[in-house]
């Protein structure tokens, strides 16, 4: 992990075999450094912990620190973040094994601490996207900002995800999944439990929402122990997300950069899975250098 040039040449001949082009914008001249290597260098970044860009380009070896300015890579990452995520998905698709089996949860983001909020400025440029108060409930406390949303299959790679205000509901998320996905069983935590919604899930995309059972609910089933142990694949994906990739961790100031932060970590943690499957490791197994 601490080989910056290895790491770098690993993740960028993996992305060049799932998409040929190099670069993604039209651009008034070729730029020094292609699309696809800026790309690299973020995920290169995420993956060895690297959240400063300060911190970054002093690590740098010169070959790349020559090639591009820390503040014209910064804006190229931010207007790369759509395709970025195109390249996750079908990144996705290549790892997954069983997308007929998936698992949704959601896990909170703080962008300051509570006590700090009615005076801090981040990610307030715009009011649709500007944070809130919400509650944690598996962690008991008040937190501000945002709501990871997650879709993953039962190998832990994740097939889609939302970030939406901390007030909005878990239940709210299932909207989005009903638009995404069909013909497939879901499973989830008690934080989406709603007669109406499974039922609406299955009359109209075949999904088959399998939740707990709250204890003073009637007809009370205790759920099958094969769900329990689905949940705690994506639990799993959590802690290492916050572990490797330090996702509650926030510098960015704007909610585009914050979007644009997350995307990279999720997409660095999707590139690490397809390279251990393409050298027949266990795709889980983070903490292993690349080369």
């Known amino acids: 992990m601490n080989n910056f040039s290895a790491s770098y040449e ?5 992305l060049q075999n799932i998409e040929a082009r190099s670069n ?31 911190q970054l380009f002093r690590r740098l070896p010169d070959c790349l620190r020559t090639r591009i300015e820390r503040s014209v890579c910064n804006r190229r990452r931010s207007a790369l973040s759509p395709h970025l995520s195109a390249l996750r998905k079908r990144m996705g698709e290549n790892i997954s094994t069983a997308p007929d089996y998936l698992i949704v ?22 009011y649709y996207a500007a944070p809130d108060k919400g509650f944690c409930a598996s962690q008991q406390t008040y937190y501000y900002g945002y709501k990871l949303h997650v879709v993953c299959s039962l190998d832990g790679v994740i097939r889609s ?46 999904i088959v929402l399998e939740v707990p059972m ?11 122990p094969v769900f329990r142990r689905c949940q705690k694949r994506i639990e799993t994906l959590f802690s290492q997300l916050c572990d490797l990739f330090m996702i509650r961790r926030n510098y ?16 660095a943690l999707t590139t690490i899975q397809l390279i251990n ?8 197994n983070l903490k292993i250098p690349l080369a």
């Open 10 to 14: 690993k993740i960028l001949t993996t």
């Open 214 to 224: 709250r204890r003073n609910q009637n007809d009370y089933k205790p759920q099958h």
């Open 24 to 54: 993604f914008r039209n651009q008034h001249r070729q730029p020094r450094m292609s699309d696809m290597e800026v790309l690299a260098l973020s995920l290169t970044a995420e993956y060895m912990g690297i959240d400063s860009e300060c």
């Open 161 to 206: 995800f939302d970030l939406p205000k901390a007030s909005v509901h878990d239940i709210h998320y299932l909207k989005d999944v009903k638009e995404l996905y069909r013909d497939c069983v879901l499973s989830g935590d008690r934080g989406y439990p709603s007669a109406d919604y499974q039922l609406d899930l299955f009359e109209s995309r075949q």
């Open 252 to 267: 960015a100031k704007s909610f585009d950069g914050f979007r644009t932060r997350i995307t990279a970590k999720i997409m």
């Open 277 to 284: 499957k393409r050298n027949n490791r266990k795709i889980n």
């Open 105 to 126: 949860d959601s896990m909170p983001l703080e962008v300051c601490r509570i006590s700090r909020s009615s005076r801090s400025t981040v990610c307030r440029q715009e």
